[in-house]
């Protein structure tokens, strides 16, 4: 058994879709980046990767690189899961936090789960998902920006 850590930050502007766990939310700003800017899903790559031991998303999917440009962080949750099984690992579970003021996040986790495991071959058991604010606190808390933090459990 394994364990790695994943966190990611992403800033929010006009002008982008807010998509998180590969769903999109209706709000009026999204997360800036060279891909769709997944946080909650670019945490948990990373996370997956950690404990692997096999480096970053920056390494696997750079942000120089125009093939991951706009591209769905799913896809690169695929092709994560994939390295994974390569290197003889399955996830065992994933336990992750969107930390962001705004919008409500709680009616969409559930279809965050199913795509996130959908995307790895595993059990939605295995995905947890929740969401906090910083109670207006730190360029969260002032709508700036989101982050998002994740740990995985891997065989």
Same mark, same amino acid.
């Given at each position: 058994?394994?364990?790695?850590?994943? /966190?990611?930050?992403?800033?929010?502007?006009?002008?982008?879709?807010?998509?998180?766990?590969?769903?999109?939310?209706?709000?009026?700003? #999204?997360?800036?980046?060279? %891909? !769709?800017?997944?946080?909650?899903?670019?945490?948990?790559?990373?996370?997956?990767?950690? +404990?692997?031991?096999?480096?970053? @998303?920056?390494?696997?999917?750079? !942000?120089?690189?125009?093939? /991951?440009? !706009?591209? %769905? %962080?799913?896809?690169?949750?695929?092709?994560?899961?994939?390295?994974?099984? %390569?290197?003889? /690992?399955?996830?065992? $579970?994933?336990?992750?936090?969107?930390?962001? =003021? =705004?919008?409500?996040?709680?009616? /969409?986790?559930?279809? &965050?789960?199913? $795509? @996130?495991?959908?995307?790895? &071959? +595993? $059990?939605? !058991?295995?995905?947890?998902?929740? +969401?906090?604010?910083?109670?207006?606190? #730190? *360029?969260? #808390? =002032?709508? =700036?920006? &989101?982050?998002?933090?994740?740990? +995985?459990?891997? *065989?």
């Amino acid at each position: 058994m394994r364990a790695g850590l994943g /966190y990611d930050v992403h800033k929010l502007v006009l002008g982008r879709p807010l998509i998180l766990g590969g769903v999109e939310i209706p709000y009026k700003y #999204g997360l800036l980046g060279h %891909s !769709d800017a997944d946080v909650l899903v670019h945490a948990i790559i990373d996370a997956i990767l950690g +404990a692997a031991t096999l480096g970053d @998303i920056g390494h696997h999917f750079p !942000d120089t690189d125009e093939r /991951y440009k !706009d591209i %769905s %962080s799913l896809l690169l949750l695929k092709k994560t899961g994939d390295i994974l099984r %390569s290197k003889g /690992y399955v996830v065992g $579970n994933i336990d992750a936090v969107i930390i962001a =003021q =705004q919008p409500k996040l709680s009616p /969409y986790i559930d279809e &965050m789960r199913t $795509n @996130i495991a959908k995307s790895l &071959m +595993a $059990n939605k !058991d295995d995905i947890n998902i929740k +969401a906090t604010t910083t109670e207006r606190l #730190g *360029f969260e #808390g =002032q709508g =700036q920006g &989101m982050a998002a933090q994740a740990i +995985a459990i891997i *065989f």
